[in-house]
């Protein structure tokens, strides 16, 4: 089962802040600058009550933390689950400040979402708890200063009903101009073509990207995934017709091994009716979750909650590369046990870093009165994640680090870069 829980002995935040910290003291980051990186910007919580359908209302906390918008409006998701709180809100928040710096994004990084198990309200229930957030964030969100996305429990439909009320809630001449407030919104209220399949598309490039360096495919390949949300099934789906082979998928309900394949598309045709949940599916067998991390295989995909690879089971990794499809899925000590034994580690900040580029795309096009075809955007993300994969790749070899040293070091100078330029205000 996936571990929903807090590692006692590091938090991810204190993941990200050592990371953070670790890469400052390498690259000699200005003092100054180091200080303002280190905080956030805004900490907004807010308490909102919704009715219920019985007629009962609940009162509801909902966060958005804005860590930094030194290279533009702040972007960032917004999760629906029970692990949302302040300290992981700041901790995702910092991940996309790095990440939309290093995919070269006119964005700075914000996250946040609503303590809350979507699975225990209706679809009228969580769109009237949805209308209400967008309300009481108000102006903390807009199209030119924080821009959600969908995350964890969180899709197309949400974002729609985002746009509608915030478009709903100011003035009737600004309406038309702020369709963008929010991307991965429906086709047909402004989305993007691709944007869907974005995330996983990059973390399964990302993976055959680094295999052509080592004059590899995935012929032969076996790879096992940890959540089969939007972000695991697209990745699975892109490997699996590249030639590789699911054997294994863990999520909160059960783990499923069939070392002959699982059928990508089976599988989620299964989950669909069942709010995501791979148990019960016949095409594989359960196995105990403990026994997932250890499966023999060429590549693991954490696709799921944070601090999923740690202290406590890094060490029964067998495969040559673990490719970051969730943030912080793998803590400061599961991390260092993984380079101990050769593994290389895609970062978060560029694995699953495809969902912000669609979603940069989807707000040029919503700017621009713009309209791109599936194949023009699955162009364009592609171009953009080789290009940054390159980057890092020689970065890798300059400073001969691991793979998410370098991201951050390139990351963290393109800010450090803006600031020397504009000075700090005043």
Known sequence: MINTQKINRQSMY????????????IIDLNPNIRKILGITNNEIIVHFPVKMDNGKVEVFTGYRVQHNNALGPYKGGLRYHDTV???AAKALAMWMTWKTS??????GGAKGGIKIDPRNYSDSELERITRRFTYALGENIGPEHDIPAPDVNTNAQTMAWIADTYMSTISSSERSHNQHVVTGKPIGAGGLEGRDRATGFGVYLSIKLLLETRNEDFKNKKFIVQGFGNVGYWASHFISKDGGTLIAVQDA????????GIDTE???????????????FKGATEIDPEDFWGLDCDIVIPAALGNQITQDNAFKIKA????????G????????????????????????????IGSYFEWLQNRNGELWQLEEVMEKIEKKITQNFHKINSEVKKRNVDWRTAAYILAILRIETAYNQRGIFP
Request: aromatic share 4%; net charge negative; charged share 20%.
């Open 102 to 107: 290093l995919a070269g994004l006119p964005y």
């Open 329 to 356: 899925p793998t803590n400061s000590e599961g991390e260092k046990i993984l380079l101990e034994k050769g593994i290389t580690i895609i970062p978060d900040i560029f694995c699953n870093s495809g969902g912000v």
């Open 253 to 260: 309900h059960a783990s499923l091994f069939n070392e002959n």
């Open 320 to 327: 040559a590369i673990v490719a970051e499809g969730a943030n």
């Open 266 to 280: 089976a599988l989620a045709q299964h989950c669909e009716p069942r709010k995501g949940s791979i148990k019960g």
């Open 85 to 87: 709180d302040i300290d």
């Open 14 to 25: 204190e993941t990200v802040m050592n990371q953070f910290n670790s890469t400052a003291d």
